[in-house]
Nanobody, 126 residues
Framework: QVQLVESGGGLVQAGGSLRLSCAAS????????MGWFRQAPGKEREFVAAISRSGDTTYADSVKGRFTISRDNAKMTVYLQMNSLKPEDTAVYYCAAEATSLSYRRSTEGDEYDNWGQGTQVTVSS
């Protein structure tokens, strides 16, 4: 098990940027694939971005070209750089971790992740 703590959310105007951070407690952080998901009010949770142990990335079409996921294994932290934010990006953003032996694995399915953070609110005003 790994504990995850997100930070960096807030209120920003459309077109602005935010960087979310997710700090993990596990010294075996490099053994986890990491993902970001979000949930807007009244909507289901949706995939945003994922990064494998080896650094391969996958993005939802809605954020491709605007968001960048990265990881720093030495700091046991995964980041989500969000640029050109839109009002429809408003949601609670969750960090998730999946222990895996596969270096390239980075699931887009929330059910594949067994560790979740508490979430951080991102609000984009128009």
């Amino acid at each position: 098990q790994v504990q995850l703590v997100e930070s960096g959310g807030g209120l920003v105007q459309a077109g602005g940027s935010l960087r979310l951070s997710c700090a993990a407690s596990a010294r075996t952080f490099s053994s986890y694939a990491m993902g970001w998901f979000r949930q807007a009010p009244g909507k289901e949770r949706e995939f945003v971005a994922a990064i494998s142990r080896s650094g391969d990335t996958t993005y939802a079409d809605s954020v491709k070209g605007r968001f960048t996921i990265s990881r720093d294994n030495a700091k046991m932290t995964v980041y989500l750089q969000m640029n050109s934010l839109k009002p429809e990006d408003t949601a609670v953003y969750y960090c998730a971790a999946e222990a895996t032996s596969l270096s390239y694995r980075r699931s887009t399915e929330g059910d594949e992740y067994d560790n979740w953070g508490q979430g951080t609110q991102v609000t984009v005003s128009s």
